[in-house]
C-alpha cells in the first residue's frame, strides 16, 4: 500500500511538470505573406505628407498567394502585383505596384517596410518614414 501511494504520489509530480512546462505560445502570429493572402483588407490608416485615410474610405487590397494584388472600391476595380523580400537589417519589405495613372492609387506604389504585424492588422512604413499604411481586416 505504501509503494502504491509512493508510485501515485511520483506520477502526479512528474505529470504536473510536464504539463506546466508546455504552455502554448498564444503570441504566434503567420508569416506575413500567409497574412495578407488570407484576408481581405481595408486601409485603418493612411499618410503620406498629411493623413488620407478619408479619402480611401470604402476602398480595399486583396492580396493573391500568385503575387496579384487587386484594389476594389465599389465599382472600381486596380490590379497590381506585389512581393515581399527582407531589407539588409532582416525586415520584411512589401514591394507594391499598381498598372494605373490614378494618382490615388499610383501612392501605394511603393516598398513598405513592416513595422507591425498581427493577425488582423498590418503596418507598414515608407519612403524612408514619410508614408505610413496601415490595413485592417
Not at 2 to 30: E, G, M, R, V, W
Request: aromatic share 12%.
Amino acid at each position: 500500500m505504501k509503494n502504491l501511494k509512493l508510485l501515485f504520489a511520483s506520477i502526479l509530480l512528474i505529470s504536473a511538470f510536464a504539463f506546466n512546462s508546455c504552455t502554448p505560445n498564444k503570441d504566434f502570429t503567420p508569416p506575413t505573406d500567409e497574412v495578407l493572402t488570407h484576408n481581405n483588407w481595408s486601409i485603418d490608416y493612411f499618410y503620406k505628407t498629411k493623413d488620407l485615410t478619408p479619402d480611401y474610405s470604402g476602398y480595399s487590397f486583396l492580396f493573391s498567394s500568385t503575387g496579384a494584388v487587386v484594389m476594389e472600391k465599389q465599382n472600381e476595380t486596380n490590379l497590381g502585383t506585389w512581393s515581399i523580400s527582407a531589407d539588409q537589417n532582416n525586415s520584411e519589405i512589401i514591394s507594391i505596384n499598381f498598372n494605373t495613372t490614378d494618382d490615388n492609387i499610383s501612392k501605394f506604389n511603393q516598398q513598405w517596410k513592416v513595422t507591425g504585424k498581427t493577425s488582423s492588422l498590418l503596418q507598414f512604413e515608407g519612403n524612408a518614414g514619410s508614408s505610413q499604411l496601415r490595413i485592417r481586416h
